[in-house]
């Protein structure tokens, strides 16, 4: 499946439909179980005060994950991403309660690269901190 997304009909500022995820402890367990992480700063809220963090925080690489699908869901194909990297500044904090957290996440067409690819950066914040820094993905439009 090829991307959905024409290299023609995109330019630098193009924004992407922003996204909103919610994040609760039952995902993080699951999470866990489906990734094999399951450092008990991720699920036991005595262990990560303990160890300095205000409660239980979201996996790095899940919260990376969510992020992306701003990218993908545009695209129409997660295969067309070519590249992504993120620089974690700030932990996403999963309180225990039936809300949990919410990390939202917007992206925008940053440059216009050959080969009919595109450089998009992320933005990424949760309880109004930036959660991600340094976010972005190339990817390969039709």
């Not at 039952?26 to 489906?34: E, M």
């Given at each position: 499946m090829a991307a959905q997304v024409k290299y023609s009909e995109v330019e630098v500022g193009t924004e992407l439909p922003a996204q909103t995820f919610t994040v609760t402890r039952?995902?993080?367990?699951?999470?866990?179980?489906?990734s094999g992480d399951f450092n008990p700063i991720h699920w036991n809220e005595k262990f990560?005060?303990?160890v300095g963090l205000p409660d239980v925080i979201a996996h790095g690489m899940f919260t990376m994950a969510e992020a992306i699908r701003v990218v993908t869901d545009w695209l129409g194909d997660p295969?067309?991403?070519?590249?992504?990297g993120v620089r974690f500044t700030k932990p996403v904090v999963v309180p225990n309660d039936d809300k949990g957290a919410t990390i939202e996440v917007g992206a925008k067409v940053a440059a216009l690269?050959?080969?009919n690819r595109v450089r998009v950066d992320l933005t990424a914040t949760s309880d109004g901190k930036k959660v991600l820094g340094m976010a972005r993905a190339v990817v390969q439009l039709a």
């Open positions: 039952d995902v993080l367990v699951r999470y866990a179980g489906a990560a005060r303990e295969g067309a991403v070519v590249e992504y690269l050959d080969d």
